[in-house]
């Protein structure tokens, strides 16, 4: 360290001092020039009326479906209350609000409870309720004089057309709240902005919220209006129309064929990754959230247990059981692990250590070449190749090329990643080491794997296209709201290729077509409509005699032109009576869609045992 | 000026201290509380508990042995850093910039400390460097000390609170020994940079007419030929100053390079700054341009102190604030309803006490007899000034709206804390002032 005098410059100090002197004489003598010299214009200025503004809410775009004819979000007109807390008298704040509660519904706490203390003695409106009748304005306008200071203007409410359909899908919105405003400060949005809270309102909402507007009217230093000519406006801009991917008609049906068991189906097109129906069961009514002071339909649908705010294609991870087959499948052909035509003996069991591993027909199912197996759904064949033939790291390559373990980054928030277990992920989170025993359950789709049906809906369409994925999504187009052109149309995005062989793919694509013709789902697929390739799979969780009932196809598996297939996954979760549904479900949604029939239709032309059951059973 | 010191106790400092801090209590109550008295914020609550312990810590910091702090300001100083990263990701959002790092209630903004780690760790390296404080390398090295916490902070984005960074670093850097002309190269860079930038937005918004040289700037093209070509001047310059060590090529080089990291940079600030951002420079020039936006909170905060007058309207009775007129009273515009309510006396007083505590640190750096804590007052007092100068003149609109706080008044338990921190390590190297 230095010792002695420090060797700064004296002068270097000085003018450094003056500096800081002559800010602080040349602010001192703007101040007094402000505060002394113009002290009048100032006092004048600040007691004069003033311009102040006061939002105009744009209208919220309008959602479709892909068939563009009739919105299934749309607004309503509806009415705001407002309280001008300034003209309230003192004394009567309170028998006010009590007044206005019986009217409007709620407490009176709850509507004092709007209004910051710190806007007491203002002029500026406060919003105390939304989603208002024409009716109960016409009694507040015609008892007026006892509700001193309560004002109302026009605020639109949105209107989920179909309620509990596609709720999932298309979210709801809300009033800002404190912590969002401080993410989305300096981005448009305000206090009293309505913003997308979840699915496609949250993911799209710049594009459908528009652009506020601005009025500027006259007022006094309290906020107090001068007179009631608007001195000018800036109109809002509309919000722009999205058109969604999803076919309402196809949506409808998949939601009755899944009836009201909880599970999931989507429909989609691998050709370009379109979801043209997403179902999840159980839901909820979006229009429900409109009046934020109707907080107790929110609390109940959060409490329930059936968890009706998940969406349990996207969100939900199940293990895919049986049908993680067709990656198994795919994983055999491509390294040639073994000739196809040679066969395996099922004698019912698999040893391996000192395990037993059951096959899920107890007497065994004898012979089985790959093709069989698949079809019989031979749990010992898969063992055998998985424990013996591929290993666990060649299943693990597999399964992350065909996408598990990963989000598929549809176009809705809230999208889980599904896990793909590894002897690495194992020792990580179990901090145990990987056993032969979690290959062979592994090979069967059960264990520590997850998967969320989305990923499903990939897997198969990766089959389908023989490598190409698109990522999956939801908006097709943006469009004006005025004139309806097209000022966006989403194009496909390839979310993944692989370099597995064309020829491997078409040899899944057989075996899955005869899991249909000769396999387990023949009995239960019996639509003549269109030719059907998948899988089925039932998932084990640990509940006797109840199962995860999957179904993941696509079709038709003839057809030269890829745009015309669909990729179809059904999940019934083990929580519901046992009756097999997913592919049940499956069949009547394949038969609707091909046929061009509602599910009543399908119901009347398609005679299959489980409908004729389930007609006497009527829900 | 001699001190009136007990024990070598720096009383003056002291006093001036408390009473500045008393007086933003004061008015963080006034503006938590409307015309008819309801109080409907318990800010002040809070400020009054932030200011106890930041006193606590001010005696703390005044009784131990700054070279403590010495040997340690590399750490403290990558802690702060550390933690400034950790707030990119863990951060919590507060008017759109992500500078809070808590958990529950409890927060801190980081950038507040990492002010007073960054000089301290600065004035620890130019006083250990001080034969090579003249070398162009080392001086590049020193001012980069500062750079780093700069760019963490920018990411966050907070442009304000990186800002003063700059300043403060060179006016240590400068009482330090730095060359003057390596000192007005960054100044002059700084503000060409800053009017290349602003010279588009000006051609909208105030000239509103198309003015045909500016597409040199706004045009892709157009503006790297230009660059290209400054660029080109200037590398020609300097081979010749390092061939044939003429002075007119030196300064030929010099200016050259100004001109063009000014246009390099300002064509990235035009692409980096947000619609918002431009908008507050521009009413800055002039705020009619959007009375009734970004150009509100100025001419709402000049109306409260214009209207003050003289001996201002008396406590809790400022009309422009309490109808809520004044946006972020407790925090950014605190000197608008103190100007309000006190009037030009208040300020006047206001002015005083940051003078004293201003004239008293310069006092330190004349008096004590190491360099360490000659540079590390003056890394403080100029950061005490910049905030003071920035903020005030925000309010009577002589300085853009940065939304960085008055230091000792405004609202804020990292900013008061920090400032306190520093007035007790001020009144530590006073103490020590003839150890050594």
């Known amino acids: 360290m230095h010792s002695g005098d420090t060797a700064l410059s004296k002068s270097r100090i000085y003018f450094m001092a003056a500096l800081i002197v002559a800010v602080f004489s040349v602010y001192l003598i703007h101040l007094f020039n402000l505060q002394v010299v113009n002290e009048e214009f100032y006092q004048k200025r600040a007691t004069q009326v003033t311009q102040r503004s006061i939002p105009i809410y744009a209208q919220r775009g309008e959602i479709f479906d892909r068939n563009y004819d009739t919105p299934i979000v749309s607004n309503i007109d509806s009415f705001a209350i407002d309280i001008i807390p300034g003209e309230v008298p003192d004394g009567e704040r309170d028998s006010l609000y009590r007044r206005l509660a019986e009217y409007l519904g709620g407490s009176a706490d709850d509507i004092k409870r709007r209004i910051p203390l710190s806007y007491a003695d203002l002029y500026q409106p406060v919003e105390i309720k939304s989603g208002i009748t024409l009716e109960t304005i016409t009694y507040l306008a015609e008892h007026l004089e006892d509700f001193p200071g309560v004002t109302w203007r026009n605020k639109p409410i949105r209107n989920y057309v179909e309620k509990e359909t596609l709720a999932h899908v298309l979210g709801y919105v809300g009033d800002i709240t404190r912590e969002e405003l401080q993410v989305l400060y300096n981005k448009g949005y305000s206090y009293g902005s309505v913003l997308g809270k979840s699915g496609i309102e949250k993911q799209y909402d710049l594009l459908l919220r528009g652009q506020d507007g601005k009025e500027f009217r006259t007022v006094d230093v309290r906020g107090r209006k001068v007179g009631e000519a608007l001195v000018s406006e800036e109109p809002p801009v509309l919000g722009n129309n999205i058109v969604l991917t999803i076919d309402r008609h196809i949506q409808s049906l998949c939601e009755k064929a899944l009836g009201q068991r909880i599970g999931t189906v989507l429909v989609t097109k691998p050709a370009t990754g379109e979801i043209l129906a997403l179902v999840s069961y159980p839901s909820f009514d979006p229009n429900l959230f409109y009046d934020t002071s109707n907080t107790e339909a929110f609390r109940q ?67 089985l070449a790959l093709f069989g197996a698949l079809a019989e759904s031979c749990d010992v064949y898969y063992y055998t190749m998985g424990a013996e033939y591929l290993g666990i790291e060649r299943i693990v390559d ?222 | 000026m001699r001190s009136k010191s007990i024990f070598g106790f720096d009383l003056l400092l002291f006093i001036a201290t408390l009473t500045l801090v008393s007086i933003g209590i004061a008015f963080i109550f006034s503006s938590g509380i409307t015309s008819t008295g309801i109080i409907y914020s318990r800010e002040y609550i809070k400020q009054i508990i932030w200011a106890i312990t930041g006193i606590a810590l001010l005696i703390l910091f005044a009784s131990i042995d700054y070279a403590l702090m010495r040997r340690w300001s590399l750490r403290i100083y990558l802690g702060f850093a550390a933690l400034l990263f950790a707030t990119l990701f863990a951060g919590n959002v507060v008017n759109g910039a992500k500078s809070w790092l808590g958990v529950w209630e409890l927060g801190i903004q980081p950038s507040e400390f990492c002010k007073l780690a960054t000089i301290l760790y600065l004035a620890h390296i130019l006083d250990k460097y001080s034969s090579q404080i003249k070398d162009l390398r080392y001086f590049i090295l020193f001012f980069g000390i500062a750079l780093i916490p700069v760019g963490l902070i920018l990411m966050q984005p907070d442009l304000g609170t990186a800002a003063v960074y700059i300043p403060v670093a060179l006016s240590m850097l400068f009482i330090a020994g730095a060359r003057t002309r390596h000192i007005l190269f960054i100044i002059l860079t700084g503000f060409l940079l800053v009017f290349l930038t602003m010279l588009p937005p000006y051609e909208i918004y ?130 608008s309803i103190l100007s309000e309510e006190w009037g030009f006396a208040g300020v006047t007083l206001v002015f005083a006490l940051f003078l004293i505590i201003i004239i008293r640190g310069i006092f330190i750096i004349r008096t004590t007899k190491d360099g360490f804590a000659a540079i590390a007052s003056t890394g403080i007092i100029m950061m005490i000034f910049f905030h003071f100068a920035v903020n005030v003149g925000m309010a009577i609109s002589l300085m853009p709206v940065t939304g960085i706080p008055l230091f000792f008044l405004s609202y804020g338990g990292s900013s008061l804390w920090s400032v306190l921190i520093s007035i007790g390590l001020l009144m530590s190297f006073y103490l020590r002032r003839f150890k050594i």
């Open chain 1, 398 to 619: 597999f399964s992350r090329r065909f996408g598990l373990g990963e989000p598929t980054g549809i176009d809705i928030p809230g999208e889980s990643a599904g896990i793909l277990p590894s002897p690495g992920w194992k020792s990580k989170i179990y901090n145990d080491r990987w056993q032969g025993g979690d290959t062979v359950n592994m090979s069967i789709g059960q264990g520590f794997l997850a998967v969320t049906p989305i990923q499903m809906a990939n897997a198969v369409s990766m089959i389908v296209n023989e490598g190409t994925v698109y990522k999956p999504h939801l908006l097709k187009e943006v469009r004006d709201p005025v004139t309806g052109d097209v000022i966006e149309e989403i194009e496909p995005e390839v979310l993944s290729t692989s370099t597995i062989r064309p020829s491997t793919f078409q040899a899944v694509q057989r075996a899955m077509r005869q899991v249909i013709t000769e396999g387990t789902a023949r009995v239960v697929l019996t639509t003549n409509a269109t030719t059907v390739a998948g899988k089925t799979g039932t998932g084990e969780i640990g509940i006797d005699n109840h199962w995860h009932s999957w179904f993941v196809a696509y079709a038709p598996f003839d057809s030269a032109n890829p745009d015309d297939r669909i990729v179809l996954v059904v999940l019934v979760e083990a929580v519901n009576e046992w009756e097999w549904w997913a592919p049940k479900a499956a069949n009547i949604i394949l038969h609707g869609i091909f046929s061009r029939m509602n599910y009543d239709e399908v119901r009347a032309n398609l005679h299959t045992w489980y409908l004729r059951a389930e007609s006497q059973g009527e829900r």
């Open chain 2, 206 to 335: 105030l000239a509103k007419r198309t003015i045909p040289a500016m597409s040199l700037l706004t045009d892709k093209t157009l503006a790297a030929y230009l660059i290209a070509a400054v660029g080109f001047i200037c590398a020609l310059a300097l081979t010749g100053y390092f061939l044939i060590k003429k002075t007119y090529f030196y300064w030929l080089a010099f200016f050259s390079m100004i001109l063009t990291l000014a246009l390099a940079g300002s064509f990235v600030f035009r692409g980096a700054l947000k619609e918002y951002q431009i908008m507050r420079l521009i009413v800055f020039l002039d705020p009619n341009v959007d009375p009734r936006g970004a150009g509100w909170n100025i001419i709402q905060s000049v109306t409260a102190v214009g209207s003050g007058g003289l001996w201002g309207k008396g406590f809790l009775k400022g009309t422009q604030s309490h109808y809520r007129y004044i946006p972020q009273q407790s925090t950014d515009f605190i000197f």
């Open chain 1, 301 to 367: 649908l959060s409490l329930n247990t059936q968890f009706p705010f998940l969406n349990r294609a996207i969100q939900s991870q199940y293990v895919p059981a049986s049908a993680y087959k067709i990656i198994m499948t795919t994983a055999i052909v491509e390294e040639e692990v073994i000739p196809l035509n040679k066969t395996i003996l099922c004698p019912g069991y698999f040893n391996y250590g000192d395990r037993v591993f059951r096959c899920h027909k107890h007497s065994g199912h004898g012979h």
